[in-house]
């Protein structure tokens, strides 16, 4: 194929993407398909976009910010989130109706998919891309699927102290072929410990009456720091796992200092709340303020006033600043926070219902997903100019391939 | 009714339908309907898209409860747009008083008794 074959192709798959996916053009752009699986291609500047109403997902290419493909038949993809291969050649999107899909991203087609459960929240995949697992509300517990079959390995019910079936949140590797996951309603931390013994019989450490309802959980970029979220409880629950044995310790005890809290629309986020300056930014529930706790002794440091109740706030990959958004109904704006000052140095409001912020992995530019606008939009992470719109059904997630290889993604 | 409204309804089955209609019309009286055909949108995007984070896009349930029809079988639409209004303590359901009105609220509870138009 000459080159000029392949401008000129790409340049009308770009035109397709654009103009087509406004008004939903599926099948323009899935005849544009095979010329685009025909060019050779790397995946490192690639992601996926979750088009949360319509159960499809978009292959979006960040070095000329276009779309490469739509793919549908995921499911009910509210709150759907996804990892990758570590080739970065597959993504694995898990819906809320339990379907754990393999979405090949060079191609743009479903390579497999299963409904595993009746209502999941949220997956993972091992350090050593094998095994992916996935949490599920409906029936509880944790499913661990074979990467390349998707074929079920094990299945971990979360049984609490109080003999009672869990849902689970939280879901996170960690290094050593280790899950860890919070059981929400048992208010319990479980690490799954697939490293020892056959993989369909884990070893299971459960920390019990960590706290009520740990309704999310993130781990820290180096796999050490397990940080659980409370609700209704003014508090984090920090597990270190580099300590032996393991014990989780309460963190940030009585936030509110006693003050009403305002009533939550939307729960907070931890996926992304990575370091900065020996520091990580926290939610605090029912609150439009973020704390700040020394990255070593998980002490208050800091606090920021925010426009609203903080989503998420995801930390540019340079650690300099933090982009955070915010709940129902103040979702049209996103503010930045100086890592050094913990002051907000820049405020936008992209549009109704900003639902995500990724940035691309050196951190030059900021995608956002603008729910209600039917858009993402891409800004300069340095400027905060806005560099292009893309068209999207109902985005929710953004998710770069550069995942693949960090911890806990 | 407006066209809005009758399109709306014209997309349930018969018997939903005409169960619809005596909900819309107790729900709103003729001369003053509380919850005009632009607001049923605005509500039916809040719960699909809102609600929607815990309860699912379909409803089927999350966090939250499943709020699709035969889940709240034992419960009135009195009592759901009381729950909404007010919120549950001791769970993450918040008061939406302050964004809905009870009029949004009852109209909300009547639609999901129903099955939430798309």
């Avoid at chain 1, 003999?163 to 319990?188: N, Q």
């Avoid at chain 1, 068209?391 to 995942?403: L, Q, V």
């Avoid at chain 2, 107790?26 to 719960?47: F, K, S, T, W």
């Amino acid at each position: 194929m000459s080159r000029i074959g392949n401008a000129t192709r790409r340049q009308l798959l770009e035109r397709l993407a654009l103009g087509g996916l406004a008004t939903a053009a599926a099948p323009s752009l899935a005849r544009a398909t095979p010329a685009a699986a025909c060019r050779m291609r790397g995946t490192g500047d690639l992601g996926l976009v979750v088009e949360r109403a319509t159960g499809s997902v978009l292959i979006v290419e960040s070095t000329g910010r276009t779309i490469l493909h739509r793919v549908t038949g995921l499911g009910d993809l509210s709150h759907a989130s996804a990892v990758f291969s570590r080739d970065e050649r597959f993504a694995y999107v898990f819906g809320r109706d339990g379907g754990l899909t393999k979405v090949d991203i060079i191609e743009g087609r479903i390579e497999r998919r299963v409904v595993q459960g009746g209502n999941a929240i949220g997956g993972a995949i091992s350090d050593d891309g094998r095994l992916i697992a996935v949490s599920n509300y409906e029936p509880g517990g944790v499913r661990v699927f074979d990467a390349a079959t998707l074929e079920r390995i094990a299945d971990v019910p979360a049984i609490g102290a109080d003999g009672k079936a869990s849902k689970t949140v939280g879901l996170v590797d960690a290094p050593g072929r280790r899950f860890l996951y919070t059981l929400y309603d048992a208010g319990e931390i479980w690490i799954a410990d697939f490293s020892q013994s056959a993989a369909s019989e884990p070893v299971i450490t459960r920390l019990a009456g960590v706290g009520k309802l740990p309704y999310d959980a993130s781990i820290s970029a180096d796999g050490r720091h397990y940080i659980a979220g409370l609700f209704g409880e003014d508090g984090l629950v920090h597990l270190d796992l580099w300590a032996e044995p393991a014990r989780p310790r309460r963190i940030l005890d009585g936030y509110g200092r006693g003050e009403a809290p305002l009533p939550v629309f939307k729960m907070p986020h931890l996926e992304g709340w990575a370091l900065m300056d020996g520091k990580y930014l926290l939610p605090a529930v029912a609150r439009h303020e973020l704390i700040a706790v020394d990255a070593r002794s998980f002490t208050e440091v800091g606090r920021v006033k925010t426009h609203g109740q903080p989503i998420f706030a995801v930390t540019r990959p340079d650690g300099r600043q933090a982009w955070v958004n915010f709940a129902h109904p103040l979702n049209d704006t996103i503010q930045v926070v100086d890592a050094a000052s913990l002051a907000i140095v820049h405020e936008m409001k992209p549009g109704p219902a900003v639902l995500h912020i990724e940035f691309t992995p050196r951190g030059h530019e900021a995608w956002v997903s603008v729910r209600d606008a039917n858009r993402i939009d891409v800004y300069d992470a340095r400027c905060f100019a806005k560099l292009a719109e893309l068209p999207a059904e109902k985005p929710s997630g953004i998710f770069f391939t550069a995942r693949a290889h960090r911890i806990g993604q | 009714m407006t066209l809005a409204t009758s399109r709306l309804i014209g997309r349930w089955s018969r018997p939903s339908r005409l169960a619809a209609l005596a909900v819309l019309a107790a729900a709103a009286p003729e001369n003053a309907p509380a919850v005009d055909a632009a607001r049923q949108a605005d509500l039916v995007q809040l719960v699909r898209q809102d609600c929607g984070s815990c309860h699912g896009l379909t409803l089927k349930g999350g966090l939250g409860k499943p709020l699709e029809p035969a889940a709240l079988a034992g419960i009135d639409a009195a009592g759901i747009a009381e729950i909404i209004l007010s919120g549950v303590p001791g769970t993450p359901m918040p008061p939406w008083q302050g964004l809905l009105s009870r009029e949004d609220a009852e109209w909300i509870a009547a639609a999901l008794k129903q099955g939430l138009p798309e």
